[in-house]
């Protein structure tokens, strides 16, 4: 599987297929900061909040900088 960051739009309608792909790309690639703050963002707005804090704060232990520089990559 390879993410491509397109899943962002259709988040209203397939969050929870999207969600299993973020996963699933994070499984293999733990570092991939673009698809771990998406996955956090599904998680925020399907109301699981504390994984979504989780999954933020992990981002930003990785790369600080970069995220704050590029606006979370939304």
């Known amino acids: 599987m390879v993410y491509d960051g397109n ?3 259709y988040w209203l309608y397939f969050y929870r297929y999207f969600r299993r792909d973020y996963e699933r790309v994070l499984r293999y690639e733990p570092t991939n900061l673009p698809a771990r703050v998406n996955l956090a ?7 699981h909040f504390m994984q979504a804090w ?3 704060t992990t981002a930003l232990d990785f790369k600080p900088s970069k995220l704050v520089s590029n606006h979370l990559y939304l």
């Open 54 to 56: 989780r999954q933020f």
């Open 7 to 9: 899943s962002t739009v």
């Open 41 to 47: 963002y599904t998680l925020q707005v399907s109301g």
